[in-house]
Every structure is written in C-alpha cells, then in structure tokens.
C-alpha cells in the first residue's frame, strides 16, 4: 500500500462517520474510566452518600454529553488556525480539509486514554482521585512531582508528550495530501500556525493561571 492511499484512508473518510466513531470511542473510554477506576476511589466513595457527591454524579454525565460539543469546537478552531496557515502561504486547501486532518489527527489521543485505564486497572490499582487525574502517560509530567508542583504547570506539562508530536505529524501529513507539495512547506505551515498558536496558550495559560 502506497503512502498516499494510506493518508487517503486517513483524511478522506466520511466526515460525519468519523466523527461520530470517534465521539463513541471517547464516550466508551471516558465510561470505562470512571466506572472502574476513579468511582472505585476511596475519595468518590467517601462522597457517594453525600450532597457533594450528587454534584459530581450531575458533573460526569455533562461530561459525556459534552464530548461532541467539545470536540467540534476544537476541530473548528484548529482546523481554522491551519486554514490561514496555508491560506497564508498559498496553498489551496479548504477550510473542509483542514477540518478533517485535525479531526483524524485527533485520534492519536485515544492511545494515552487506553494506556492510562491499563495502567490503573492493572498495575497501579489502588489510585487517589488526584493521582488519576495527574497522571498523562509519556508527557513532561512523569518527570515532575505532581504533589509538589505550581499547578500553574500542571496542564502544560501533561500537554508537552509524544502524543502531541504524534498529532504535529499527523498535522504535517494532512496538509501534504491535500496540498500536493513538498513537505517541507506543510511543515513550515503547521509550524507557524498550529505550532505557534499552542505554545502560545501554554504561555498565555501559565501567566493567566491562579
């Protein structure tokens, strides 16, 4: 199989299709990972019988019926971020396009999800809700103490993994297919637009947190 029908089973599946297999893959992980990991924490426990645990009870069903709300805002901001990257360079790639490559790229961060609820099914069993929630597999956090960092760098760090470079090149190649250049000029386009913008929001973020 050549590289271009490989990146043409990537990029141009149908839209609606994709997105929602992709909105079904979170919602199953995302219930996966609270049924049997963090409901089984003493803390959730402690507050099941409480007010504050009907609270959280109401906070994790908004969470699986915010998926797809959350992730067309980030394909439509991303994917317009990249749009006037190439736009800017003059490559014609429709905003569409641009859609679909973030919204395949986008599976990469199904990886850390399943590594994350194998490692505390199987290997650390017996985790704290903040444990849970600090843990980013392969990120800049597993180098870090949680419990004793800024939380102001919390995010930043859990961002900054081999997933994220995972997704620039995902990034990298979709703007290649469609544009039929050389890829030394979809790198300079993720490069200063998506690239750019996110280190951005990892500084703007830092500054603004409290």
């Given amino acids: 199989m050549t590289e271009e029908t490989e990146s043409s089973s990537l990029f141009s599946t149908?839209?609606?299709?994709?997105?929602?297999?992709?909105?079904?893959?979170?919602?199953?992980?995302?219930?996966?990972?609270?049924?049997?990991?963090?409901?089984?924490?003493?803390?959730?426990?402690?507050?099941?019988?409480?007010?504050?645990?009907?609270?959280?009870?109401?906070?994790?069903?908004?969470?699986?019926?915010?998926?797809?709300?959350?992730?067309?805002?980030?394909?439509?901001?991303?994917?317009?971020?990249?749009?006037?990257?190439?736009?800017?360079?003059?490559?014609?790639?429709?905003?569409?396009?641009?859609?679909?490559?973030?919204?395949?790229?986008?599976?990469?961060?199904?990886?850390?999800?399943?590594l994350k609820i194998g490692w505390f099914l199987f290997i650390e069993t017996d985790p704290t809700l903040f444990e849970i929630r600090a843990f980013y597999p392969l990120s800049l956090m597993n180098f870090f103490d949680f419990e004793t960092l800024d939380k102001r760098y919390a995010y930043p760090l859990r961002a900054l993994s081999i997933f994220e470079i995972f997704y620039v090149l995902i990034l990298v190649n979709g703007v290649h297919y469609f544009a039929r250049r050389q890829k030394q000029s979809a790198w300079l386009i993720v490069s200063t637009s998506y690239i750019l913008i996110f280190l951005i929001w990892l500084i703007f973020y830092i500054l603004v947190y409290k």
């Fill in 14 to 114: 149908d839209k609606k299709l994709t997105f929602v297999i992709l909105c079904l893959l979170s919602i199953l992980l995302l219930y996966i990972k609270k049924s049997f990991i963090e409901n089984e924490t003493a803390a959730f426990e402690f507050l099941q019988d409480r007010p504050e645990g009907a609270v959280l009870r109401i906070i994790s069903a908004l969470q699986f019926f915010s998926i797809p709300l959350i992730y067309l805002w980030k394909f439509t901001v991303i994917g317009f971020v990249l749009w006037v990257g190439c736009f800017t360079f003059g490559f014609r790639i429709t905003f569409s396009q641009c859609w679909s490559v973030v919204m395949a790229a986008e599976f990469i961060f199904i990886a850390p999800e399943l």
